[in-house]
């Protein structure tokens, strides 16, 4: 699937192009919205490396890696929002999501909204049966997100990956194809 457009009343998912490198930055480099990410803060030549490689991954058949731009109506990047599908199994059927939204619009619905447009992608568009996302224990904003969007939470998986030299846990989220609802 190729381009991904998918709208919402406040968001857009889209391919990313080269100018989004600079307001890309500002999220991916932004201490604040990495703290529960598995990445320390980025800097404008790795998100550029960034943009490079996720433009390359959309072109691949089949597609597996949708990492797309929630933009808001202005045009403006609010997030960076990403679907990979599990290709361990070859009916394709379960997905992972991801998002990182810009600090100045937490609060606003928009993770949410980010979210909810993952799902349409997976579920409505791709016919995946799962969708499952993982998050830091301490990032309860996350777990809200998900929990308000039907997502259940499956457990925890101790020292899952290691995060600024330590082990840190991840708590799973997933919705199954069944369970799906859409406002």
């Known amino acids: 699937m190729y381009p991904v457009m998918i709208t919402s009343p406040r968001l857009s998912l889209r391919e990313f192009t080269p100018d989004d490198v600079d307001p890309l930055t500002g999220i991916y480099g932004d201490p604040q919205v ?66 990182a939204l810009r600090a100045d619009l937490w609060g606003q619905g928009l993770g949410g909204e980010t979210v909810r447009l993952l799902l349409k992608l997976g579920l409505d568009e791709l016919g995946l049966y799962r969708v499952w996302g993982a998050r830091s224990p301490d990032n309860q904003p996350s777990a809200s997100v998900m929990s308000r969007l039907g997502m259940v939470e499956e457990g925890r998986i101790r020292g899952h990956i290691k995060v600024r030299g330590r082990w840190r846990d991840s708590v799973v989220h997933s919705i199954l194809a069944p369970e799906w609802r859409q406002d």
């Open 34 to 99: 990495v703290e529960h990410m598995s990445f320390e803060p980025r800097s404008r030549d790795q998100v550029k490396a960034t943009i490079a490689s996720v433009t390359d991954a959309a072109q691949v058949e089949p597609r597996v890696e949708y990492s797309l731009a929630a933009a808001l109506p202005s045009g403006q990047l609010a997030a960076f929002a990403r679907l990979a599908i599990d290709t361990q199994h070859p009916a394709q059927s379960s997905g992972q999501i991801g998002f």
